[in-house]
């Protein structure tokens, strides 16, 4: 079993940055691949990141490409989401992923464990 705790949330005004974490255990991140999704209030859950186990591919939802960037460190098992010129509209709730398959995904049904999520949110 896997558990995925994210840190690293908080306010933040537009143009901003924020850094989260997310730490596992049980399993190292050298073999799972991680997510980022959010949830705002009254929406679904959308993709935002993902990397493979290896590290070496990424892709990013449209929305927050050129502002977001998706790493790992193994050594200290954490998996991060870089957050630069935050907007007002990336305020939600922000939840790490993991699966056991080497890849990149974009579904939340393609994940086999979650975190309890973090709160995001940018004023203008």
């Known amino acids: 079993q896997v558990q995925l705790v994210e840190f690293g949330g908080g306010v933040v005004q537009a143009g901003g940055s924020l850094r989260l974490s997310c730490a596992a255990s049980?399993?190292?991140?050298?073999?799972?691949?991680v997510g980022w999704f959010r949830q705002a209030p009254g929406k679904e859950r959308e993709f935002v990141a993902t990397?493979?186990?290896?590290?070496?591919?990424?892709d990013y939802a449209d929305s927050v490409k050129g502002r977001f960037t998706i790493s790992l460190d193994n050594a200290k098992n954490t998996a991060f989401l870089q957050m630069n010129s935050l907007k007002p509209e990336d305020t939600a709730i922000y939840y790490c992923?993991?699966?056991?398959?080497?890849?990149?995904?974009?579904?939340?049904?393609?994940?086999?464990?979650w975190g309890q999520g973090t709160q995001v949110t940018v004023s203008s």
């Open positions: 049980g399993r190292t991140f050298s073999s799972l691949s």
């Open positions: 992923a993991a699966d056991r398959l080497s890849g990149t995904y974009h579904y939340p049904s393609q994940y086999d464990y």
């Open positions: 990397i493979d186990w290896s590290g070496g591919s990424t």
